[in-house]
C-alpha cells in the first residue's frame, strides 16, 4: 500500500456523529503536500483513522451549492 500524508488546513463543520464518535466532516484538506482540495468524509475522534470521502475542487463545491440550493428539501 502506498504512503500518503494529509494536513488539515481548516476545519469547516461537522455534518453528523455516529454513536461510536466517528464525525463526518467537511474540512479543507492538503493531501501529499498539493493544492488543498475541499474534503467531505468520516474521521475518528483523533483525526487518526478516516473513512471514504470526496474531495472536491473550490469550482466543484460552488456546483454542489447551487445543485443543492436548487433541491426543494
Same mark, same amino acid.
Given at each position: 500500500?502506498?504512503?500518503?500524508?494529509?494536513?488539515?488546513?481548516?476545519?469547516?463543520?461537522?455534518?453528523?456523529?455516529?454513536?461510536?464518535?466517528? @464525525?463526518?466532516?467537511?474540512?479543507?484538506?492538503?493531501?501529499?503536500?498539493?493544492?488543498?482540495?475541499?474534503?467531505?468524509?468520516?474521521?475518528?475522534?483523533?483525526?487518526?483513522?478516516?473513512?471514504?470521502?470526496? @474531495?472536491? @475542487?473550490?469550482?466543484?463545491?460552488?456546483?454542489?451549492?447551487?445543485?443543492?440550493?436548487?433541491?426543494?428539501?
Amino acid at each position: 500500500m502506498s504512503s500518503f500524508n494529509y494536513e488539515i488546513l481548516e476545519e469547516i463543520g461537522q455534518v453528523s456523529e455516529s454513536s461510536k464518535g466517528w @464525525t463526518k466532516e467537511l474540512n479543507l484538506i492538503s493531501w501529499n503536500k498539493r493544492d488543498a482540495k475541499y474534503d467531505l468524509r468520516d474521521w475518528a475522534p483523533d483525526h487518526e483513522k478516516m473513512g471514504k470521502g470526496i @474531495t472536491l @475542487t473550490r469550482e466543484e463545491l460552488k456546483s454542489l451549492r447551487e445543485l443543492l440550493n436548487g433541491m426543494d428539501l
